[in-house]
């Protein structure tokens, strides 16, 4: 390797660090609710402190279980095709959200409870 490839290298690992530290250490917070949406309407908010369990009906026959545990939520079950959305890891930083396609199911923690609607300024 010559010189120019272990500064290219070099540039990218310090690109990649930056990243990271800005991702969870800056806008990494953890947030206070998990917000669910169900094709796209606002279902349910609920506060992460809280344990729960919540079964999500959809129109089209489905069913996902979201458990709230210990500051996480994490989707424990699904009856659709592939069940993507119950290997994923559990989350509680602002942003972060699961997803079922074929249910048209999103979570996703939101630091406050104001359902994210847009008013007539915007």
Do not use: W
């Not at 919540?54 to 009856?79: C, F, P, R």
């Amino acid at each position: 390797m010559k010189k120019a490839d272990f500064i290219l290298i070099g540039a990218v690992a310090v690109v990649i660090i930056v990243l990271v530290f800005l991702l969870y250490f800056v806008n990494g917070n953890s947030g206070a609710y998990v917000q669910v949406e169900v094709d796209g309407k606002i279902t349910d908010t609920l506060p992460l402190d809280t344990d729960a369990t919540l079964v999500i009906d959809t129109d089209n026959n489905g069913s996902n279980t979201l458990v709230i545990k210990d500051g996480y939520a994490k989707m424990t079950q699904a009856n659709c095709p592939d069940g993507i959305c119950t290997n994923h890891m559990r989350i509680n930083r602002n942003g972060e959200s699961i997803i079922c396609l074929p249910h048209k199911v999103v979570v996703t923690v939101i630091k406050d409870n104001d359902n994210n609607e847009i008013d007539a300024v915007a």
